[in-house]
């Protein structure tokens, strides 16, 4: 047992560094995500990686995967951290493209699977419904057939970027009359465009719109549409779910995001000397880096044990429940490192920047911008993807056996 | 021992509840603080008309012959109520530096313009290095001749873009962060070199970045004496730290009754989640935490009169505990609340992002346990 690079995973690394410091689009800056991104800039890395065959690293070789073992998985998400990219948005790539290879049938991985690396077909996910959040199953969104097709009606909410999206993969109802409510629902795709989808914009509590209610009236999807076997979503759900939770943990960029805020921090004053020689303050943030340091060894366990073969399994609800913990705790000490500048709503003054012309006196550092926006958003993280109680109640369940 | 109120505080409380519920209700706010001027003046007015900004002020003072505890009880109220008109700014720090320090001519400039809701004041105390110092200060006042020569910047002047005056603070003699020669000025906004830059707050005010460009302002403007006015910052500050955490609790007091109302009503799995027992002792952590809070701020207000560590150290005290709570309340409740919670629809992300920004201001929790730290 080691934690060392070997020589090779070493010019790995140096091939992806270079990979992305040549090919990463100098107009995105290293931002990574900023609020008034447009639909093109969130995908102009993915699209970038679609032409090289890296798009989608985790799926198998067949499909268009990369091979990589987990640890040169490991590299390239600490690497594409270091550069803050935006990486390709996780509904194609590890949501519904794993649903599709594993459960789809031939016809829909030729249609689907090749949008999905390159980054040209937007997806969004419709599961969520008003009255079922944690209660998933729940939900009431029907989808009844008709000669060739599905009717679907129902509203889901929650559905992130659905503005931009061309597909969408819903959860649906097909069989109302179920023992059980998880038997007796499908995993449909949904062409975006069908008549009968409406999209209406979510603002949230720090004045984004990036998620949307969806509304469907009377949508006429053709069956063809349907995924694996009717009746059998439920399967499929969770599987995506434990996908999701692999991913959600995000422990290069939460690594990046220390390293800035110890840079805010040996920057901010307090009592005359730099924010980070106070002794309170560098205790939380090292409180911070060893949550950090223990996320990434669990994530780094539960990613060589994919590699012996095992799927994810509830185990990753640990990364989780820990993952979105520390990405919260973040944000927060760095709200904190700015000060009074944290207090700001940056999303009015920007307008005032663009009509007032650049002559103004600056409002706080760069650094400070965006900071209680991010806090504030950074809460939803505790709630998707089944939320951080359901997540222990899948331990209880699943691990502990209560 | 005592813990009630006098009658009329219990009218005051129960006149401005009604006021805040009737004609504060939550799409007013929303119009109010959307709208270009981001207040209500017509607010302001109504509280001058009710007696709301002369109640804690002296008779002699032209006011009601309240104190800490009215404001305590008014501030409460404001934050169920979320509401961001300035009264912390104005009547609570304007009001209490002319109250403790000022001339018998600048109370008579100023406190029956405050009174009657005709001057609204901002407090410049901030700079962008000093953080929680208030001796940590950069801006400059020079004397010259009978005047004072203003120089520096002041950040995030919660309410200057609503005030016509401002009170600021600046060194007058010495360096860094000496405890002595801080003075405190009262400048009017409109002054030749003063100028501003305003924004919206995360949680629904307004402020401004400040710069004074060799203002000039006459001796008469200078509150106090100069060079001396740390130790008075300070009792204003712990003043206006009482107000505040009578405002958290207020604003608490709603998140968590929100909460626990929601958790009655949203239903999953079959029960209102209300039922699931691992809600139901988190909601109440919360409200034990807003309990806590509530004495530990009573102490505050109780002791603002009481001698300079005493109250130093119950100030502290109620600033770190009711910190943490608004932490915790506004956490658990954005939570509880799920998806809807971190919306803009619902309010209760905007208690969140209120009881978020209450502990940046006068001093953090661990601020104030330093200073608790030190006094013991």
Redesign the interface.
């Known amino acids: 047992m080691n934690l060392d690079f070997t020589p090779e995973e070493i010019a790995f690394r140096d091939e992806v560094r270079t990979f992305i410091a040549e090919n990463h689009p100098k107009h995105l800056g290293d931002f990574g995500m900023r609020e008034d991104m447009t639909p093109e800039e969130m995908t102009a890395w993915h699209k970038v990686l679609g032409e090289k065959g890296w798009s989608v690293p985790a799926w198998p070789v067949e499909y268009g995967g990369t091979g990589w073992t987990p640890t040169q998985r490991y590299i390239w998400s600490e690497e594409n951290a270091r550069a803050n990219t935006f990486m390709p948005l996780p509904f194609g790539v590890s949501m519904v493209g794993p649903v599709i290879y594993t459960f789809g049938n031939e016809e829909q991985k030729a249609k689907h699977l090749p949008g999905i690396r390159s980054g040209d077909v937007w997806w969004c996910q419709g599961y969520s419904e008003p009255g079922a959040g944690s209660d998933l199953a729940s939900l009431k969104t029907t989808a009844v057939r008709d000669g060739d097709h599905y009717v679907i009606n129902g509203q889901k909410t929650w559905t992130t970027l659905a503005q931009h999206a061309d597909w969408g993969f819903f959860l649906c109802r097909t069989d109302p009359d179920a023992a059980k409510p998880q038997e007796g629902i499908s995993f449909i795709l949904i062409d975006m465009k069908t008549p009968g989808v409406e999209v209406k914009p979510i603002k949230l509590l720090d004045g984004g719109y990036e998620v949307n209610e969806t509304w469907l009236t009377d949508v006429r999807v053709p069956v063809e549409n349907l995924v694996g076997e009717e009746n059998k979503g439920w399967t499929y759900a969770k599987f995506l779910l434990a996908h999701e939770r692999s991913g959600i943990a995000g422990v290069a960029r939460s690594k990046r995001g220390v390293e800035k805020l110890r840079e805010i921090s040996a920057n901010e004053t307090l009592y005359g000397a730099p924010l980070i020689e106070d002794f309170d303050f560098a205790r939380k943030v090292s409180q911070l880096e060893i949550d950090l340091a223990a996320l990434e060894i669990t994530e780094l366990r539960t990613l060589a044990g994919e590699q012996a073969g095992k799927g994810p399994g509830p185990e990753s609800s640990i990364l989780k429940i820990k993952g979105t913990e520390v990405q919260q705790r973040l944000t927060e000490l760095t709200l904190e490192a700015v000060g009074s500048y944290g207090t700001p709503y940056y999303g009015s003054i920007a307008n005032d920047n663009s009509e007032a012309g650049s002559n103004q006196y600056p409002i706080g550092p760069d650094y400070a911008a965006h900071s209680a926006a991010t806090y504030f958003n950074m809460r939803k993280t505790s709630i998707y993807g089944g939320s951080n109680e359901i997540q222990r109640n899948i331990i209880t369940k699943m691990i502990l056996g209560l | 021992m005592d813990f009630n109120f006098t009658e009329e505080q219990d009218m005051v409380r129960d006149g401005l509840s009604r006021m805040v519920r009737e004609q504060y209700d939550w799409e007013t706010r929303r119009k109010a603080i959307e709208s270009e001027a981001g207040w209500s003046p017509e607010v302001w007015a109504q509280l001058a008309e009710l007696g709301i900004l002369g109640m804690p002020f002296s008779e002699d003072d032209g006011g009601f012959g309240g104190g800490a505890i009215d404001s305590m009880v008014i501030m409460e109220e404001f934050g169920k109520g979320l509401v961001v008109e300035p009264f912390v700014p104005t009547v609570v720090c304007a009001g209490g530096f002319l109250k403790h320090a000022g001339s018998d001519a600048q109370k008579e400039d100023h406190l029956a313009a405050i009174i009657g809701g005709e001057r609204i004041f901002a407090f410049a105390y901030?700079e962008?290095?000093?953080?929680?110092?208030y001796a940590?200060i950069a801006t400059t006042a020079k004397k010259d001749g009978d005047a004072y020569t203003l120089n520096g910047h002041k950040?995030?002047v919660?309410g200057a873009p609503w005030a016509s005056h401002l009170v600021v603070t600046a060194r007058t003699s010495g360096s860094?962060?000496d405890r002595d020669g801080i003075s405190v000025f009262i400048v009017e906004k409109a002054a030749d070199g003063v100028?501003t830059?305003d924004?919206?707050?995360?949680?629904g005010r307004r402020?401004s970045?400040v710069?004074f460009e060799n203002v000039s302002v006459p001796a008469g403007a200078l509150i106090g004496e100069e060079g001396k006015a740390l130790p008075l910052i300070e009792l204003v500050t712990d003043e206006a730290i009482a107000a505040q955490c009578a405002e958290a609790c207020g604003a608490m007091k709603v998140a968590h009754t929100m909460t626990v109302e929601y958790s009655r009503q949203r239903?999953?799995?079959?029960v209102p989640?209300g039922k699931?027992q691992?809600?139901q002792h988190r909601m109440v952590d919360m409200y034990t935490a807003y309990e806590q809070s509530v004495s530990l701020t009573y102490l505050a207000t109780l002791k603002l009169d009481a001698g300079e560590t005493e109250r130093k150290r119950a100030v502290s005290a109620a600033k770190v505990g009711v910190g943490q709570a608004a932490r915790l309340i506004g956490?658990e409740a954005?939570?509880i609340h799920?998806?809807n919670?971190?919306?803009?629809?619902y309010a209760i992300?905007?208690y969140?992002?209120r009881l978020?920004?209450f502990d940046?201001e006068f001093g953090?929790v661990?601020h104030h346990?330093?200073r608790h730290v030190e006094l013991s």
């Open positions: 901030a962008p290095r000093g953080r929680y110092d940590d950040a995030v919660i860094g962060r100028v830059r924004y919206e707050t995360v949680d402020a970045e710069y239903k999953q799995f079959g989640i699931f691992v809600l956490q954005v939570q799920g998806g919670g971190v919306t803009d629809e992300g905007h969140f992002k978020t920004i940046h953090n661990d346990l330093k």
